[in-house]
């Protein structure tokens, strides 16, 4: 098949190396203009723009695809496929009607859970004992369409952000290859989502990666894991910004105000609601590398109990 593939992070770009690596043909690349970042706001390349110009595949990059030369451009590739995985724009009708098995979402939820653009996050915020990758086919709706195969992957307690990603990754790894094959065949059928069944992640604010010491460690916990390395789940002491970057529940403790911080042989203790408490660690103050709990106390000790 011919395919046109869009997306930007490197979840997307995982699935373009397999599609590379198949027998089908991609006539372009298809990802999010550039953007300046870091302090220096040196423009930076998408992740998928990065392999697509190393394996020399031509590359668009749209502001949005409801421009009169992206549609023409598609419409003379005449793709039989357009592939999308996390590629952060919405598909107009125009586009979705022009190659000729239409055009597929690679989703990284079990649909119809977790509709929307922060499926992952919101699995690990949620608690969910399991997640997978959905194919779809692609509606005008928000992640509506109908689904032709489901790939799950249990999730265990430790499981943050990378992760999962890497999980469901490699779901795809095994399977992504294969559906394209009878996607090219016309041997299978997607069937219709339960919209009743629906639950929705819309994107990640910056608000969300406060930590709220008021939380029980659980839920606290799923907010590390959530956040991991992408975002950085923080808590202020002072008027200074600490991100957590793994923690885990710490077991017997006794009930003390929620936020306040402790140190025993075990490490770095902060506690929570009714008592429960997590144990630092990674830890990371603002500007700083990363460090063990043990040492963000040993170095930060005359804040901590400034702020007690």
Same mark, same amino acid.
């Given at each position: ?59 668009f990059q749209p502001a949005n695809l409801r421009e009169e030369d992206t549609l023409n451009m598609l419409k003379k590739l005449e793709p039989d496929l357009?592939?999308?995985? #996390? @590629?952060? $724009? =919405?598909?107009? %009708?125009? +586009? ?9 979402? *690679? ?22 004992k399991k997640s997978g990758v959905s194919y779809m086919q692609m509606s005008e709706g928000l992640d509506e369409g109908p689904v032709f195969q489901i ?81 950085? #789940? @923080?808590? $202020? =002491?002072?008027? %200074?910004? +600490? ?9 017997? *403790? ?55």
């Amino acid at each position: 098949m011919k395919i046109v593939f869009a997306g930007t992070p490197d979840f997307a770009t995982e699935h373009l190396k397999m599609v590379i690596g198949s027998h089908h043909e991609i006539s372009c690349v298809l990802t999010q203009p550039d953007r300046k970042s870091g302090r220096g706001k040196k423009v930076k390349f998408s992740p998928v723009k990065e392999l697509a110009l190393h394996k020399n595949i031509p590359v668009f990059q749209p502001a949005n695809l409801r421009e009169e030369d992206t549609l023409n451009m598609l419409k003379k590739l005449e793709p039989d496929l357009v592939l999308v995985v #996390a @590629y952060g $724009l =919405l598909i107009p %009708k125009k +586009i979705l009607d022009i190659p000729k098995h239409g055009c597929i979402n *690679v989703h990284a939820s079990i649909l119809p859970k977790w509709r929307g653009a922060s499926p992952m996050e919101y699995c690990l915020l949620n608690g969910d004992k399991k997640s997978g990758v959905s194919y779809m086919q692609m509606s005008e709706g928000l992640d509506e369409g109908p689904v032709f195969q489901i790939h799950e992957c249990g999730i265990e307690i430790q499981d943050n952000l990378r992760i999962l990603e890497e999980k469901l990754i490699g779901l795809s790894e095994k399977n992504l290859c294969e559906f394209l094959n009878l996607i090219e065949s016309e041997s299978i059928e997607a069937k219709n989502q339960n919209d009743n069944e629906a639950s929705f992640a819309p994107k990640i604010t910056k608000e969300m990666l406060q930590i709220d010491w008021a939380e029980d460690a659980k839920k606290i916990i799923s907010k590390i894991n959530a956040f991991y390395s992408k975002y950085g #789940a @923080y808590f $202020l =002491l002072g008027d %200074k910004r +600490i991100k957590i970057h793994k923690a885990r529940e710490y077991k017997h *403790v006794p009930n003390l105000k929620p936020g306040h911080i402790e140190s025993n042989d075990d490490g770095m203790i902060i506690f929570c609601k009714s008592g429960s408490a997590i144990l630092i660690e990674d830890i990371q103050m603002e500007g700083k590398n990363i460090v063990s709990g043990q040492e963000f106390i040993s170095a930060y000790r005359d804040i901590i109990e400034d702020n007690k």
